[in-house]
C-alpha cells in the first residue's frame, strides 16, 4: 500500500484530542498559566524584572508597566535627553552580559570584541547561506547558528571564557547573517538582484545592520538612533518569555551553546511570539484600506467593532497588538517607541498612519468592552508600532522578526550563563496520563470534538 493511501492524518486532530475537561479536574497550568493569568513560579532571575500588575489580597489588579535590565529602568536607559549617549544598544548589552553598567572603557572594549568578530568562517557565505537560500530568514538563521558549531573546534566547551566568546561572536554575526540571508532569498525565489556589502569596521549594530542593507549605503543619524532604540527595547524581556524559556530549558539539559541559541530562535519565529509583528502590519493596512477616514474616531471604532466580531480582517476576533501576558494598564516599551516614532514621523507621509495606530490603541478596549462586555485592562504592546517604525525606516517585512532575534541574542546569552551558573537541575514539569485518568475514572467520556473548531483554537 502507498503512503497516500494509508491517510495518517485523517484521524489527526480525534487522536490528539485530550477533554479540556481534565485540564480543569486535575488543575493543569496551561500555558504555565494560573486560572487568573498570572504566570507559574518556574525560576529566578537576576537580569530583569517584568512588572504588569500587582497582587492585593490574592488577586491580580493592574498597574502601570515598567521594565528593568539588572535594576535599571529602560525609560532611563533609552533617554534621549541624555546627549552623552551615542549608542544604547552596545551599552545594554555590556549591561546584561556582565552585571553593570559600564564606563567609557568597558563599553569601547566591548564594541572592539563584537567589532572584531563580524567575519565569517571562509566560504560560510558562498556555500551556507547564498548556496542554498531559506524562504524564511527565521530558518536561514537557525540553521547558520548550528553550522557554526561545525568550524568551532572547541563548540563543547562550556567553560566562561568559551561560552562569552560564542555569545559575542553571534551578538556580532547574526546582523551580518541576516542581511545576507535577505538578499539571497530575494535573488533566488523573488529574482531580485543579490547585493553583498562588506560591513565597515568602527560602525555600531544600527549602523552595521542599515549599511549592508541600503542599496546606496546612506542612512541619517536619527534613522540609526531609532532602529538602536528597536535593539535595545528588544534586547531582553525577562526569563518566562517562550525564546527564553526555550534558552533555558535547553541550557538546563546541558547541550552545546549552538543548539540552545538556535532553539530559541525557532520559538522566536512563533507567530505567537516573535511572529506576531507581521500580523500587525497586515492588519494596518487592511485598516487602512477599509477605513476612508483615518481621523474619524466613529469610523475606525465601527471598523474594529467588526474585526472583534469576526466580519472583517482576518476573522479571528483578535486586534492585534493589543493584549500581553503580562502587562496590564501599559507596556514601558510601547510608550517609548511612540515617542521616537513621533519624532520620527514628524512632517513625514508617516505621520498620520501613527496617528491612526495611536486611535486603534486608544480605542481597542472600548470596542472589546462593547462587543464582548470585557473590562479586562487592555493595553497596545510593542508590536503595534515596531513593525511601523520599520517601515519608516525603510526595512523589509521579511527583516521584522530577525532584527527581534539578532537584538534578543543579548539577553538569550544571559540567561544561559545564569542557568549554568544557578539553574543546576534539568527543566522537567510533570505531564498525567489523560488516558490513565479514561480508565480509572469510569464515566468519563472524551467528547467529539469537530477539527475545524480545534484547529481554530
Sequence with gaps: ?????????????????????????????RGLRNSDGTGVMAGLTNIANVHGYIIVDGEKCPDEG?????????????????TTKRWNFEEVAYLLLMGKMPDKEELELLVSHIDAKRELPNGFTASLIMKDASPDLMNCLARSVLLLYSTDEKAEDRSPEHEINIALSLISRLPRIMVLGYYAMMAQYKGDSMIMHRFIPGQSTAETILSMLRKDREFTADEARMLDIMLTLHAEHGGGNNSTFTLRTLTSSDTDPYSAYS????????????GANGKVQEMRYDIKANVKNWT?????ADYLEKMVRKEAFDKTGLIYGMGHAVYTLSDPRTKILREYAARLAAGTEYEAELQLLETVEKLAPEVFNKVKGSNKALCANVDMYSGFVYSMLQIPEELFTPL???????????????EIVSGKRIIRPAYKSAMLEEQILPGLHLPHIDPDTLAAN
Excluded: Q
Aim: aromatic share 12%; proline share 3%.
Design 296 to 300: 474619524n474616531e466613529g469610523e475606525v
Design 263 to 274: 532553539g530559541a530562535i525557532g520559538s522566536l519565529k512563533g507567530l505567537r511570539h516573535g
Design 404 to 418: 527581534f532575534a539578532c537584538a534578543r541574542m543579548v539577553g538569550w546569552a544571559a540567561h544561559r550563563f545564569e
Design 1 to 29: 500500500m502507498s503512503p497516500e493511501k494509508l491517510d495518517l492524518h485523517k484521524h489527526f486532530y480525534e487522536i490528539n484530542a485530550i477533554d479540556p475537561e481534565l485540564f480543569v479536574r486535575f488543575d493543569v497550568k
Design 66 to 82: 515598567r521594565l528593568f535590565y539588572r535594576g535599571h529602568d529602560i525609560e532611563e536607559l533609552t533617554d534621549a535627553s541624555d
